[in-house]
């Protein structure tokens, strides 16, 4: 991932940084915001439309769906970080997003797929089966084999916040300077990630993932802080209880607050949104490239 130096503030807005990837030998040139559109191969994600089985026609339909509707990119997923989530073997994380990844690889070549998973032989697997992109909730803190397979397959890897693990997360959010730990944090797993030669680098500050409401909330109104660190930025705040439980309604009733806050984000730096509802977020993005084309 190469950044393109900006000149000030008001130009970045206007010009905002490019971003170079290599993905499968090839140069991917990143001018704009991008869309990853959510496909979870799980029973229990909290957001029950977006539950899917890989080998159902409803999950076919998904897919050409979401790609109609704009999705630069889908995000596979086969284990569930929601809180109090069950626990997935190794064997059936694999049964759930090998074949949907063969599928859409050979059904949709043109489109970039992203595995969701903290482990490293799943995302060994998945990049072999026609995955691009790795998105790993630990940043490689679940799995020590992470970081040197990414530096293997050399792919680009998306590093998200979270402390602890999916089960107790929630229970460690005591922070004295989030903002600036979790920077730090960064920092230096960009450091590490250096040192196996990893260039190509996505950041994610884990909305939802060991942060109370007020916290994420702090996290977005200072978006843009992460920007010191020359990565892109993705954004996950789709549906979250940091909507529902502000607005006091179920997820099944969050879109409306979640195209509020996919806008800010977009204007405080957000690189990539990942969202369950594509359409809307496309016209969301259409309507950022009006205020600022």
Same mark, same amino acid.
């Given at each position: 991932?190469?950044?393109?130096?900006?000149?000030?503030?008001?130009?970045?807005?206007?010009?905002?940084?490019?971003?170079?990837?290599?993905?499968?030998?090839?140069?991917?040139?990143?001018?704009?915001?991008?869309?990853?559109?959510?496909?979870?191969?799980?029973?229990?994600?909290?957001?029950?439309?977006?539950?899917?089985?890989?080998?159902?026609?409803?999950?076919?339909?998904?897919?050409?769906?979401?790609?109609?509707?704009?999705?630069?990119?889908?995000?596979?997923?086969?284990?569930?970080?929601?809180?109090?989530?069950?626990?997935?073997?190794?064997?059936?994380?694999?049964?759930?997003?090998?074949?949907?990844?063969?599928?859409?690889?050979? *059904?949709?070549?043109?489109? +970039?797929?992203? !595995?969701?998973?903290?482990? =490293?032989?799943?995302? $060994?697997?998945?990049? %072999?089966? /026609?995955?691009?992109?790795?998105?790993?909730?630990?940043?490689?803190?679940?799995?020590?084999?992470?970081?040197?397979?990414?530096?293997?397959?050399?792919?680009?890897?998306?590093?998200?916040?979270?402390?602890?693990?999916?089960?107790?997360?929630?229970?460690?959010? *005591?922070?004295?300077?989030? +903002?600036?730990? !979790?920077?730090?944090?960064? =920092?230096?797993?960009? $450091?590490?990630?250096? %040192?196996? /030669?990893?260039?190509?680098?996505?950041?994610?500050?884990?909305?939802?993932?060991?942060?109370?409401?007020?916290?994420?909330?702090?996290?977005?109104?200072?978006?843009?802080?992460?920007?010191?660190?020359?990565?892109?930025?993705?954004?996950?705040?789709?549906?979250?209880?940091?909507?529902?439980?502000?607005?006091?309604?179920?997820?099944?009733? =969050?879109?409306?607050?979640?195209?509020?806050?996919?806008?800010?984000?977009?204007?405080?730096?957000?690189?990539?949104?990942?969202?369950?509802?594509?359409?809307?977020?496309?016209?969301?993005?259409?309507?950022?490239?009006?205020?600022?084309?």
């Amino acid at each position: 991932m190469i950044p393109e130096k900006g000149v000030s503030s008001f130009e970045d807005k206007l010009f905002p940084q490019k971003y170079t990837f290599q993905i499968n030998g090839r140069l991917h040139v990143w001018k704009s915001p991008k869309i990853m559109g959510i496909l979870n191969l799980t029973p229990d994600s909290f957001f029950e439309k977006s539950r899917f089985q890989s080998q159902s026609k409803d999950f076919g339909l998904q897919v050409s769906k979401l790609i109609s509707d704009g999705a630069d990119i889908l995000d596979i997923g086969g284990y569930s970080s929601r809180p109090g989530a069950d626990k997935v073997s190794e064997k059936e994380e694999l049964e759930r997003v090998i074949p949907a990844i063969e599928w859409i690889a050979e *059904n949709h070549p043109n489109t +970039l797929i992203s !595995i969701d998973t903290f482990r =490293a032989k799943v995302a $060994e697997k998945a990049i %072999k089966s /026609g995955a691009h992109i790795i998105n790993d909730i630990s940043a490689g803190d679940l799995d020590p084999e992470m970081i040197p397979a990414v530096s293997e397959l050399k792919t680009p890897y998306i590093a998200m916040h979270m402390r602890g693990n999916p089960e107790n997360m929630q229970e460690l959010t *005591n922070y004295s300077d989030i +903002l600036g730990e !979790i920077l730090n944090y960064f =920092a230096e797993k960009l $450091e590490q990630f250096r %040192k196996f /030669g990893i260039k190509d680098v996505i950041i994610d500050p884990g909305f939802g993932f060991a942060k109370t409401l007020e916290q994420n909330y702090f996290l977005l109104r200072n978006l843009q802080q992460f920007q010191c660190l020359s990565t892109p930025i993705l954004a996950g705040v789709s549906r979250k209880s940091m909507i529902y439980k502000t607005l006091k309604v179920e997820p099944e009733d =969050a879109l409306n607050g979640t195209t509020a806050l996919n806008m800010f984000a977009l204007c405080h730096g957000a690189n990539i949104l990942r969202v369950h509802d594509v359409k809307e977020t496309k016209e969301t993005l259409n309507l950022y490239h009006t205020i600022y084309p």
